[in-house]
């Protein structure tokens, strides 16, 4: 299965500033996705982060708060913009398989984000 | 997208067999079910696939009936570490959209 380095692993920052997480895959994989955990709580899915196209946004989330780049096919980063306390959370990413047969989707680590 | 059901949490000893079971009725024809594993501090871990019928490998047992709605996950002689929370999803196994993760079951394994 893939590996996914994820930058950094905690940070807190003041309000109204922004962070930009990095994920790191090593191999190539066709999409990205992001996704926010509160604490005890599930995962929601963020975007789809594909290569070469503009990220697809779920329902609740908007590229100027959470824009996402992805220059090749190993490397994406979301950017949480304009923080405020609400976006205290974990922010994790993930890979997709390749092919039917798969060992599921590699996560990253996660980004657990304080904002004071 | 098929949503699962899945008890909130569960106690259990060291030593012991846990079973998770995970109901989902919608599930379409192309999809497998998959189990997750999260530890605190970790983003969600792959455990097991499967289609139909039984399902093992190294670390548990996935067994489906024949309709498909449910699927039950079976750890053998669980320990401390296997503390976590465990998901339930139901995925079309291309690879082509984001997982979606219900509320999934807190295991707590005791000594």
């Known amino acids: 299965s893939a590996v996914i380095s994820q930058k950094p692993s905690r940070d807190i920052c003041q309000r109204g500033t922004s962070l930009t997480i990095q994920c790191q895959v090593d191999?190539?994989?066709?999409?990205m996705f992001w996704y926010r955990q509160q604490p005890g709580q599930s995962l929601t899915l963020i975007a789809t982060?594909?290569?070469?196209?503009?990220?697809?946004?779920e329902s609740g989330f908007v590229i100027d708060k959470f824009p996402i780049s992805r220059p090749n096919l190993t490397f994406s980063t979301l950017t949480v913009s304009n923080m405020s306390p609400e976006d205290s959370s974990i922010y994790l990413c993930?890979?997709?398989?390749?092919?039917?047969?798969?060992?599921?989707?590699?996560f990253g680590s996660g980004t657990r984000l304080t904002v004071v | 997208l098929a949503k699962t059901t899945q008890p909130i949490s569960m106690d259990s000893y060291e030593g012991q067999e846990v079973n998770i079971t995970c109901s989902h009725n919608?599930?379409?024809?192309?999809?497998?079910i998959t189990w997750y594993q999260q530890f605190p501090s970790q983003g969600p871990r792959f455990i097991i696939q499967?289609?139909?019928t039984k399902v093992t490998n190294e670390v548990a047992s996935l067994f489906i009936p024949a309709d498909r709605k449910s699927s039950t996950l079976s750890l053998p002689r669980v320990s401390l570490s296997d503390t976590a929370v465990y998901y339930c999803?139901?995925?079309?196994?291309?690879?082509?959209?984001?997982?979606?993760f219900g509320s999934g079951t807190r295991l707590q394994v005791q000594p």
């Open positions: 919608n599930i379409a024809t192309n999809d497998y």
């Open positions: 993930s890979d997709s398989p390749r092919g039917r047969v798969t060992y599921g989707y590699t």
């Open positions: 499967g289609y139909k």
């Open positions: 982060a594909n290569q070469g196209s503009e990220a697809t946004y």
């Open positions: 191999s190539q994989v066709t999409m």
């Open positions: 999803l139901v995925d079309s196994g291309t690879g082509r959209r984001a997982l979606t």
